[in-house]
């Protein structure tokens, strides 16, 4: 019995230092990936939108080539991003402001390099031109996602002009599904972003681009039409190790957001390699779209604005709090 106890107990040691030993092997292999040619890897995910663009042009133009290997991989699943984020698989994420904030607050250590898209966003009806959101009552409206920024925002801007969330069927279906129902005329109305504006107008014959969810945040906020959309998120541990790096890529960032302004067929097109539509449809898309950068106490009073607004009718949607000042890089 003793033989039998002591090989038993060197059998599970040997398998607990065998799995210590591939723990390590494959932490020290993780570690070296993050270095290529001596040089630093960033690997960015993003969803097909114009906030990607200027990261595109510096893959195309190879800037910071000397000091770093920059991966772009494109997809709308924003919580694949957020989960390879917090593991550590990749360093930055273009993702909703909100989305970040929330994020942030649940102790992932993500910063916020920049807010890139300002104006994206639509309510479009189908049979009949709403002049306001009162013409809703009674209507169907389709938003993406039940407690994401669309919600809000339709949510926000109803109460704000007075009609009862009761007085309209909200129905949640995702953006690509949402559009094709409309397309198909089994939904009143539905609030979409670019280029998906772009694309059901020309797909759907009896469909209004009833109101700019922009020009409907000015009517509140001063005149002010910028509503912080999409933001560039990088991994706190990573923008600390490497601030100069990131600090130069968030300048390229803005050279590219220039280069989009400067060159919109081009920018159309590297577009369509990239995110499979049309660069028709893209470069069309482009006069709805505010895709800027600008200064940072500027940007962090209309993010202030935006995220109390939210606090007070939606907290959980940036995780119950305003993040802390540790947010913004």
């Known amino acids: 019995m003793k033989i039998f106890y002591n090989k038993k107990k060197r059998l599970i040691y040997t398998a607990l230092l065998m799995s210590l030993i591939v723990l390590v092997i494959s932490g020290t292999l993780f570690a070296t990936d993050r270095i290529e040619n001596g040089k630093e890897k960033i690997i960015i995910q993003s969803p097909p939108t114009v906030g990607a663009l200027p990261i595109l042009w510096m893959i ?23 989960s390879l984020i917090g593991h550590k698989h990749i360093e930055m994420m273009v993702t909703g402001v909100n989305v970040g904030a929330k994020v942030f607050n649940k102790g992932i250590d993500v910063r916020l390099l920049n807010t890139n898209i300002w104006a994206i966003d639509y309510l479009l009806t189908q049979g009949f031109e709403a002049e ?119 300048q390229y960032y803005k050279q590219g957001i220039d280069w989009v302004h400067n060159n919109p067929q081009q920018a159309a097109e590297l577009a369509e390699q990239y995110f499979g539509m049309p660069a028709g449809v893209i470069k069309a898309s482009f006069n709805r779209i505010n895709l800027n950068n600008y200064p940072e106490g500027e940007s962090f009073q209309l993010i202030e604005i935006y995220f109390n607004e939210i606090m007070e009718l939606y907290p959980e949607m940036i995780g119950g709090k305003l993040p802390n000042e540790l947010f913004y890089f």
Do not use: C, M
Request: zero cysteines.
């Open 60 to 82: 195309e133009n190879e800037v910071l080539v000397e000091q770093a290997n920059i991966d772009i991989r494109i997809s709308a699943d924003h919580q694949q991003a957020i």
């Open 132 to 250: 306001s959101w009162a013409d809703l009552k009674g209507k169907t409206l389709s938003l993406p996602l039940k407690g994401g920024p669309l919600d809000f925002l339709a949510r926000y801007f109803l109460r704000e002009n007075g009609v009862k969330l009761e007085d309209v069927s909200l129905v949640y279906k995702p953006l690509n599904s949402g559009a094709k129902t409309f397309q198909l005329g089994r939904l009143d109305s539905i609030i979409l972003p670019e280029p998906l504006v772009t694309i059901t107008l020309k797909s759907t014959e009896n469909a209004y681009l009833s109101l700019d969810l922009q020009q409907e945040w000015a009517k509140l906020h001063n005149g002010d039409d910028r509503i912080p959309y999409v933001g560039l998120f990088v991994r706190g541990d990573f923008a600390e190790d490497n601030r100069e790096l990131v600090e130069g890529f968030n």
